[in-house]
């Protein structure tokens, strides 16, 4: 095979390659223009009047930071944009792009402008998101879709189609950079001569008219680089071989063409180009750009998006906070190594009468010294660590006795500890006042931050450091030594144990790991909150911190977070205002409240919580973000035939000699 011909399939030429322009245009433009008309102008023009001097709304400070959102924002787009374009491989139907990208894109973007509320939205998305999957995967079976096979199609590519793919990447850019800026134009043209847009800004129109085709040249360069990185090179023949006559290195192809179909779809689903690329590693790349630029200038662009009210929400999502917290904590122990924990929020409640033993006027009255207020709320910092360790010490000392057992058994244990400690904290009258619990508990103090009930942003802030940090902490231990061998537990004790893994060792690991992360979520909650109280903790708090494990899916970081989100949302934000919106005349719900006397959505929250959770565990059972070891095992194929490796070679031949060589 030529190498002209070699990649054909990959990268059709001609008008098929326009095709996959304006399919990818279309996919990308939607969505950008929609928010950009929604929010995404009015940003940019506030900002532009604070710096001309024709507004003083917003301080610098503010301004600065949405101008840098924004830069950053579009910048990531336009280079998705070229990325996306060089990394379709062009057998997926436009038509089946367009309904995900509605789907996953636009239904969120509408849902949050409808209700004004962040995670409220995104909760209700979820809620379309699983009947999505549902209702895709009848139509598949309907119409007996078969996606096709990844190694089918999998070829190296060579130096021309390697150029070629750059080409395109730039092309990508250079068109949506372009196309926005004339869509924009006109709108700005039309709001002008409706006198809605000051005549200072047209500066800034032609200007932005003239950068952004530029931009989108430069843009596509990066989103091509990004490419380029992940496609399988040819060498001097489309078999990966190499014409000298010494050994040869395993090409990344022949690695994919020796795994089964389920490994080779995973392995091969980062390989440019593919079927795709919205999933691939290298657009999740450009997602965390746009996820992280959104989350560490949200307290700026909050009234922006959604007016007033912007401290009451961050005080919101600083709760749903150490959620995702509690959820990465419990991850470790259920999701890593196996083991069924239902008494977590012990150790969240340890974490919180540490600070507020600690951290409160109640330390000088146990202790007789004296409690500076000025000074004693310093002490947070290091006491972050130290109710930590705390919380991991009770950690082990709760999984020492439970070594011997597993599942039920094990889930009974934890349960009762988690029914132990809270009545614990209530008895010790003469330690944290019983029923009154501990009040005046200091908030934490930092140079130049003002930390206050009335200031969420500092707390806001304070706890995405610490989910970085745990996220970070999680993403190390899974792949560390350890990771795998709470893995191995989880997969099959016994064969973990002939493996010679120490069982003892290692689940003490686990349910110390696990308590770490939740006294850090209880110290802060302690702090927050400025009071401890025994009924903040109660072992229902434990099922639904395991709820969000399950639904997120076991095993997976990113899919806890989404489920500690979704279960926070669903639970406190939708289901505790349906009474509110019952009583709105307006409301559909208050047509059931005045046809059933003296009925309340509040006496059957639990039931309408309990059904969502069975609706997404019948047809989401591997939960909502799964793992890839997790999708395998709840989707495995029947009757997987059986592949031919390069290993079923014969002896002497390029395949088998590729294949057995070890540098």
């Given at each position: 095979m030529s190498s002209s011909t070699l990649s054909s399939r990959l990268y059709p030429p001609g008008r098929e390659a326009g095709?996959?322009?304006?399919?990818?245009?279309?996919a990308l433009l939607v969505p950008v223009v929609v928010f950009t008309l929604w929010s995404g102008e009015a940003i940019i023009n506030n900002v532009l009047l604070g710096f001309f001097g024709e507004s003083n709304q917003y301080d610098m400070a503010t301004l600065v930071q949405a101008a840098i959102f924004m830069v950053a924002f579009y910048a990531a787009v336009i280079a998705l944009a070229g990325y996306m374009t060089a990394a379709d491989s062009g057998r997926r139907h436009p038509a089946e792009l367009w309904v995900d990208v509605l789907v996953y894109t636009?239904?969120?973007?509408?849902?949050?402008?409808?209700?004004?509320?962040?995670?409220?939205?995104?909760?209700?998305?979820?809620?379309?998101?699983?009947?999505?999957?549902?209702?895709?995967?009848?139509?598949?079976?309907?119409?007996?879709?078969?996606?096709?096979?990844?190694?089918?199609?999998?070829?190296?590519?060579?130096?021309?189609?390697?150029?070629?793919?750059?080409?395109?990447?730039?092309?990508g850019s250079f068109w949506f950079a372009t196309i926005f800026a004339v869509i924009s134009l006109v709108v700005d043209l039309i709001f002008f001569?409706?006198?809605?847009?000051?005549?200072?800004?047209?500066?800034?129109?032609?200007?932005?008219?003239?950068?952004?085709?530029?931009a989108g040249y430069f843009l596509g360069k990066l989103g091509g680089i990004v490419a380029l990185r992940r496609v399988i090179s040819a060498k001097t023949n489309g078999n990966g071989e190499s014409n000298g006559d010494g050994p040869q290195k395993v090409s990344r192809w022949q690695k994919l063409r020796v795994l089964s179909s389920s490994r080779a779809s995973?392995?091969?689903?980062?390989?440019?180009?593919?079927?795709?690329?919205?999933?691939?590693?290298?657009a999740q790349?450009?997602?965390?750009?746009?996820i992280g630029a959104f989350v560490l200038f949200y307290p700026v662009i909050d009234p922006f998006l959604f007016g007033f009210g912007t401290n009451g929400r961050l005080a919101g999502y600083g709760d749903a906070g150490f959620y995702i917290i509690l959820a990465l904590?419990?991850?470790?122990?259920?999701?890593?190594?196996?083991?069924?924990?239902?008494?977590?929020?012990?150790?969240?409640?340890?974490?919180?009468?540490?600070?507020?033993?600690?951290?409160?006027?109640?330390?000088?009255?146990?202790?007789?010294?004296?409690?500076?207020?000025?000074?004693?709320?310093?002490?947070?910092?290091?006491?972050?660590?130290?109710?930590?360790?705390?919380?991991?010490?009770?950690?082990?000392?709760?999984?020492?006795?439970?070594?011997?057992?597993?599942?039920?058994?094990?889930?009974?244990?934890?349960?009762?500890?988690?029914?132990?400690?809270?009545?614990?904290?209530?008895?010790?009258?003469?330690?944290?006042?019983?029923?009154?619990?501990?009040?005046?508990?200091?908030?934490?103090?930092?140079?130049?931050?003002?930390?206050?009930n009335f200031t969420p942003a500092p707390y806001y802030y304070l706890i995405v450091a610490l989910i970085v940090l745990c996220i970070f902490a999680n993403i190390r231990l899974r792949d560390s030594r350890l990771g795998r061998a709470w893995i191995a537990i989880r997969e099959d004790e016994i064969a973990a144990a002939s493996s010679g893994i120490n069982l003892a060792r290692t689940k003490l690991f686990a349910f110390g790991a696990g308590a770490f992360f939740s006294g850090l979520a209880g110290m802060y909650h302690a702090a927050k909150l400025g009071t401890v109280?025994?009924?903040?903790?109660?072992?229902?708090?434990?099922?639904?911190?395991?709820?969000?494990?399950?639904?997120?899916?076991?095993?997976?970081?990113?899919?806890?977070?989404?489920?500690?989100?979704?279960?926070?949302?669903?639970n406190l934000l939708i289901l505790a205002q349906l009474d509110s919106l019952a009583s709105d005349p307006g409301s559909f719900l208050h047509v059931i409240v005045q046809a059933i006397p003296g009925?309340?959505?509040?006496?059957?929250?639990?039931?309408?919580?309990?059904?969502?959770?069975?609706?997404?565990?019948?047809?989401?059972?591997?939960?909502?973000?799964?793992?890839a070891r997790r999708r395998r095992e709840l989707h495995k194929v029947e009757e997987e035939p059986v592949e031919v490796g390069a290993l079923d070679q014969p002896p002497g031949s390029a395949e088998f000699e590729a294949e057995v060589h070890v540098e």
């Open positions: 095709a996959l322009l304006v399919k990818w245009l279309v636009l239904v969120p973007l509408g849902l949050v402008i409808a209700t004004n509320n962040l995670i409220l939205g995104l909760a209700l998305s979820l809620v379309i998101w699983v009947l999505y999957f549902f209702l895709r995967k009848k139509a598949f079976q309907l119409f007996h879709y078969t996606p096709s096979t990844v190694l089918e199609n999998l070829e190296p590519l060579d130096s021309a189609r390697q150029a070629d793919l750059m080409r395109r990447a730039i092309l001569f409706m006198g809605s847009l000051p005549t200072i800004l047209l500066i800034w129109v032609v200007a932005r008219t003239i950068i952004l085709p530029v995973e392995e091969a689903k980062d390989i440019v180009p593919n079927d795709l690329p919205l999933r691939s590693s290298g790349r450009f997602y965390l750009i746009l904590g419990l991850n470790i122990v259920v999701g890593f190594a196996g083991l069924l924990d239902l008494g977590y929020v012990a150790f969240f409640a340890i974490g919180s009468y540490v600070w507020g033993m600690f951290g409160s006027p109640q330390f000088q009255a146990l202790t007789g010294i004296i409690v500076n207020p000025q000074v004693w709320p310093w002490f947070f910092w290091p006491m972050l660590l130290v109710a930590a360790l705390i919380a991991a010490l009770w950690g082990v000392i709760l999984g020492a006795p439970t070594l011997r057992l597993r599942g039920d058994y094990l889930a009974i244990v934890t349960l009762g500890f988690g029914e132990i400690v809270p009545i614990v904290f209530l008895e010790l009258d003469k330690y944290t006042n019983g029923t009154n619990g501990l009040v005046s508990v200091y908030s934490p103090k930092f140079p130049g931050v003002d930390w206050s109280t025994p009924d903040n903790f109660n072992s229902t708090d434990s099922i639904i911190y395991l709820a969000m494990v399950v639904i997120g899916g076991l095993g997976s970081i990113p899919g806890v977070i989404v489920g500690a989100i979704a279960v926070y949302a669903i009925f309340t959505f509040g006496s059957i929250r639990n039931l309408i919580f309990g059904t969502i959770l069975v609706i997404i565990m019948i047809y989401r059972p591997e939960g909502l973000i799964p793992s």
